[in-house]
């Protein structure tokens, strides 16, 4: 028993694919297969088998993959704590989440192991989920619940705020009574198309007969900001975004009176195979989630 034939054969457990394994390993498909098959002829049992087409583990593989995991996280922890290597955690995100939630991802594992190494991949949620089932991701972070049965969904304790927000001198602020009509007598601006944290935007207001019209739209955060200092516009941002801003005072969130709370829940999915890996288990533990 080899450990190229315990990587291989954790990828094909976590991919239920010989073709998508070669891709993740740069190897030819049949270098996989010929591992696999060299691995139950030593170990004298069959661990993959077919049903119905589907490529699915068996009993013996089942136990074998929790041992298979544990020897790969125990090879790398060593080459980290007693080598030069770092932990290398693949982690994707979207748009939102990737550039306002995951750096404090980054900030609390760094508090854990200064020598990690993060690759962060953004994309749309389905995008994230087959780049997770591919092998291309540890784990992801999203706003649109996914269900899938190679995947272990958690809700994190966190979640995404959207609040109204404009400049500290706006003169909506001189308003006695701040209702959505109100807001509509000012100049919005949206800040993405109608996607991301946009979409739950829109999709929450409509419940509640809300049609949100702007009047300029940018693609940038941090043009956006701009904007709003130097203009008397009005927009929708995460609060994650602008923490900073309101801290300082130059930025203000408004309250409107019978405006629906904007509060979304952040999730993280992994894959079952991988749910014991090093890697899930150091950001589940410095996001305070249980096993």
């Known amino acids: 028993m080899t450990f190229d034939q315990l990587v291989a054969f954790v990828s094909v457990a976590r991919t239920r694919n010989f073709t998508a394994t070669a891709k993740v ?8 297969t010929s591992r696999i098959k060299n691995l139950e002829s030593e170990i004298g049992v ?31 922890q ?18 939102t989440l990737a550039v306002h939630f995951v750096p404090k991802i980054l900030k609390l594992v760094y508090q854990w192991n200064q020598n990690a190494k993060f690759i962060v991949r953004q994309a749309e949620s389905l995008s994230l989920l087959s780049l997770l089932l591919d092998g291309n991701l540890d784990m992801a972070f999203m706003t649109h619940r996914i269900e899938h049965p190679d995947i272990i969904l958690t809700q994190l304790k966190e979640s995404l705020r959207v609040v109204l927000v404009a400049s500290s001198n706006h003169p909506i602020l001189l308003e006695s009574n701040i209702t959505y009509e ?55 941002m995460p609060y994650l975004s602008i923490e900073k801003e309101l801290e300082r005072g ?6 409107v009176e019978n405006l629906p709370v904007l509060e979304f829940p952040i999730y993280m999915i992994n894959h079952q195979q991988s749910h014991q890996s090093r890697n899930v288990q150091l950001i589940r533990r410095v996001l305070g989630l249980g096993d």
């Open 182 to 236: 109100v807001v509509k007598k000012y100049k919005l601006m949206r800040t993405q198309r109608k996607h991301g944290f946009w979409k739950l935007v829109d999709n929450k207001l409509k419940e509640y007969d809300i049609e949100i019209e702007t009047d300029v739209i940018v693609d940038n955060m941090e043009i956006a900001k701009e904007i709003l200092l130097q203009s008397a516009f009005l927009t929708f």
């Open 250 to 255: 130059v930025l203000t969130s408004i309250h």
């Open 78 to 95: 060593a080459k980290v704590e007693v080598g030069q290597q770092v932990q290398e955690i693949l982690i994707g995100a979207t748009s």
């Open 25 to 32: 390993l740069h190897l030819a498909q049949p270098a996989v």
């Open 46 to 76: 069959t661990l993959l088998q077919r049903f119905d087409g589907a490529l699915e583990l068996t009993a013996a593989g089942r136990r074998l993959l929790e041992y298979a995991q544990q020897i790969i996280d125990l090879v790398e």
